[in-house]
């Protein structure tokens, strides 16, 4: 299935997935509950989806299309690709792999955990009730105050810098004016060398 936000959102999707996954599900019922548990329907899909033609659409007709052209033609051959799948996946029902995961699948889990994190933060901090749960929607509502809040007090302490460099740039031009008496300045050198 492919996804794109250009212009709109744009879909094609293999209509020979679908019927797959709806021959997998009849076909397992057929299994005992206990032996179900220990197959995987990816690579039952997977086994069988490479011994079956791609029949695409990216339209609601062009879905119909697909669906009616694979009943009528694809039925026994998918009835039979999912059968020999299921015996393909029985003799390793314990293998070792790794799944495959989409990028927006992986893109979820690492905002996911993000998000977590925040939360732990957030708790930790008081920023919100250690029973509150964060989410993207109310994640703006608890963090613009905060940004306002930071913002002030940065622009509270900028102003504090900015009039304390004020007096000391309004110090120096006073001492280093022509009329202010060398004496003054000796004076505040000999106290601050006391301190």
């Known amino acids: 299935m492919t996804y794109s936000v ?15 996954l709806e021959e997998i599900e009849k076909q397992l019922q057929l ?8 197959i995987n329907k990816v690579e039952v899909a997977t086994y069988a ?18 669906k009616r052209t694979a009943n009528q033609k694809y039925k026994s ?10 015996a393909a996946v029985e003799r ?9 995961i989409s990028e927006q699948q ?8 993000s998000l977590n994190k925040l939360e732990d933060l957030f708790q930790k901090q008081g920023i919100i009730a250690s029973n509150q749960q964060l989410s993207w929607i109310n994640l703006v509502r608890i963090i613009h105050p905060l940004i306002m809040k930071i913002k002030s007090t940065s622009m509270t302490q ?7 460099l004020t007096h000391i740039s309004n110090q120096l031009v006073t001492e280093l004016s022509p009329g202010y008496n060398s004496s003054k300045l000796q004076e505040k050198k000999d106290s601050q060398n006391l301190n």
Not at 51 to 66: F, N, T
Not at 158 to 164: L, S, V
């Open 6 to 20: 250009e212009n709109g959102a744009k879909i094609h999707i293999n209509i020979m997935e679908l019927l797959v």
């Open 106 to 113: 992986a893109e979820y889990q690492v905002a996911k955990i």
């Open 31 to 38: 299994y005992p509950k206990k032996k179900r548990g220990y």
């Open 49 to 66: 989806l490479n011994r079956l033609p791609p029949l695409y659409a990216s339209s609601c007709l062009g879905k119909e299309h697909q």
């Open 92 to 100: 390793e029902p314990l293998r070792r792999s790794v799944p495959l």
């Open 158 to 164: 900028y102003e504090k810098e900015f009039t304390k």
């Open 77 to 86: 051959q998918i009835t039979l690709a999912v059968r020999r799948s299921f």
